[in-house]
């Protein structure tokens, strides 16, 4: 018995002694990087402040271009603005594979636009583009529909009285509404208990993606995924948000008329009914829940969770509020709402929203690629198998191309003579075939929704400036910002209450 015990030590010894090797022989045409051990990968070299920490410092070592080993699996990471330029822009089609993100991976399951790859993924993008782009087939334009919500907005943080607020719920309900709107044609009541249980199963998937048990879940998803943990948690949420689509999409069904489509579902319903439902087609329910799933997931914590840090700035940073009110003063009266054509008189205030989006970084992994086939690469071959990852928080921090990267600076997006200024470092949304199918919408939502906020209200903090911290409370897959309170006042004095109020404002005692 204890012969037969030492056998099979000695046996796990010499084929755990054997592994590396064998990494080696069978990826030798990856791009280097550091030696993994068996099982764990790099895993004990990573940085305890988390994935992002551990390859930037990667970076410095072995250069823009490296492989690390998560867990048993390699992953190409791909660091710096040319290196993720040449990559999914010079070499877009080979790059154009989606990865695995293995948290929502147990229940998107290759579904949806967002993480479906090959003829699945062209037909669902091309669609999801066109309908979209043509929303409302006729009717009102995303743009109004944006500016009747920032309204909506104004009146709900009205309604505060200038008491202190947690700000990520406002941002929250606003942009799923665009997407509600856009999705199920119908927005919500900011009261809606539906609603907002929809709102934070999607906030606390975020969360939980972003948080160290996420990243690690991501390492060792096929061994965790039999053990208690957040995964548990996220699919659950999921599934609770596809039954929610599920019955959206049962109702849509029952009322669709096919001369009169209202929005994204009964468009494409009416797919389904004209390819039928034989096989080898991709206009089937499964696909149109996912999508909904992906839209939701670009559009609604992209939006919300920037405008959120984004006030965070504002306060840390009030002679630039200063000057955007002063701009919005200047451009815009107060008796019309903000417009897109407003944004090329307002070069400042783009400018300000730009930073906003590089700063906070709110993806600062990118999203995994795979290669579509065996790719040449800056002198290696990567093959078909192995994701790549295209680290967007290098490019957004990338000193050659930003002056201060670590600082919150307007003026890299302003040129000599205070013209907005385009930056090829600037790809929050990603870049290439798999840039986010919902950037055009985003980014009319940011300047629409920062823009009617800070027309209509002053900001204030109880912490002063200097001393407001910015560090985000994840950051995984997503960064987070710190939770804080913020006032939204008139922007010029308060409500009549004679209360001196925080650093220089007045304002309403919190309620």
């Known amino acids: 018995m204890v012969l037969s015990v030492f056998l099979l030590l000695a046996l796990l010894t010499g084929l755990l002694l054997l592994l590396p090797r064998g990494h080696t022989k069978t990826h030798s045409y990856l791009p280097r990087g550091p030696h ?48 993720i330029r040449e990559a999914l822009v010079d070499q877009a089609e080979a790059f154009s594979g989606r990865g695995k993100i293995a948290i ?88 809606d208990p539906q609603f907002l249980q929809l709102l934070d199963l999607f906030h606390q998937c975020f969360v939980l993606r972003s948080s160290f048990f996420g990243q690690l879940f991501e390492l060792f998803s096929d061994f965790l995924k039999h053990f208690p943990g957040i995964h548990r ?65 670009a559009g609604m914590e992209t939006v919300s969770i920037t405008l959120h840090y984004g006030f965070l700035l504002m306060l840390k940073h009030p002679h630039i509020t200063e000057r955007v009110h002063k701009e919005i003063d200047l451009v ?26 590089r700063f906070s970084d709110l993806i600062p992994l990118g999203i ?32 050659r191309y930003f ?15 205070g013209a907005l200024k385009k930056n090829e470092a600037f790809i929050p949304f990603s870049t290439g075939k798999r840039t986010c199918l919902g950037e055009g919408t985003a980014r009319t939502e940011l300047f629409l929704f920062f823009t009617t906020i800070l027309q209509n209200f002053s900001i204030a903090s109880p912490v002063a400036p200097e001393d407001i ?12 910002p710190p939770a804080y309170q913020i006032s939204f006042l008139p922007p010029q004095g308060g409500w009549g209450m004679g209360t001196e109020g925080f650093w220089g404002h007045e304002v309403a005692p919190p309620l």
Not at 48 to 59: A, C, D, I, V, W
Not at 248 to 271: A, G, M, Q, W
Not at 369 to 380: M, P, Q, S
Not at 469 to 480: H, K, M, N, Q
Request: aromatic share 12%.
């Open 36 to 83: 993994p051990l068996p099982f764990f990968g790099n895993l004990l070299q990573m940085d305890r402040r988390g994935l992002l920490k551990s390859f930037l410092r990667l970076q410095e070592k072995y250069g823009d271009v490296f492989t690390v080993y998560l867990g048993p699996r390699p992953v190409v990471m791909l660091c710096g603005t040319e290196a």
């Open 104 to 191: 929502i991976g147990q229940v998107i399951q290759g579904y949806g636009v967002i993480f479906s790859n090959g003829e699945r993924w062209k037909t669902l993008r091309k669609f999801s583009l066109a309908t979209m782009r043509d929303f409302g087939m006729g009717k009102r334009s995303v743009e109004e529909q944006i500016q009747e919500e920032a309204q909506c907005l104004v009146e709900e943080l009205q309604n505060t009285k200038g008491a202190l607020q947690d700000s990520i719920f406002f941002f929250h309900a606003s942009a799923a509404n665009i997407i509600c709107s856009i999705v199920f044609g119908k927005r919500f009541s900011y009261r």
């Open 233 to 297: 948690q996220v699919y659950k949420n999921l599934m609770e948000i596809k039954a929610f689509t599920g019955c959206s999409v049962k109702e849509h069904r029952e009322t669709l008329d096919p001369s009169n489509p209202l929005d994204f579902i009964d468009t494409y319903l009416l797919c389904i009914d004209k390819v039928g439902f034989g096989r080898g087609h991709e206009f089937h329910e499964q696909n149109l829940m996912h999508t909904v799933l992906s839209l939701f997931f």
């Open 332 to 357: 815009i009266d107060s008796h019309h709402p903000p417009a897109l054509n407003d944004r090329a008189k307002m070069p400042y205030t783009d400018a300000v929203i730009h930073e906003i989006q």
């Open 368 to 399: 995994p690629h795979v290669v579509t086939k065996d790719t040449h690469f800056r002198g290696y071959i990567i093959p078909k198998d192995p994701q790549v990852y295209p680290i967007l928080s290098s490019a957004l921090h990338d000193p």
């Open 403 to 417: 002056e201060k990267p670590d600082a919150f600076y307007p003026d890299h997006f302003l040129d000599a003579n």
């Open 469 to 480: 911290d910015l560090t985000p409370r994840e950051s995984g897959v997503g960064r987070i």
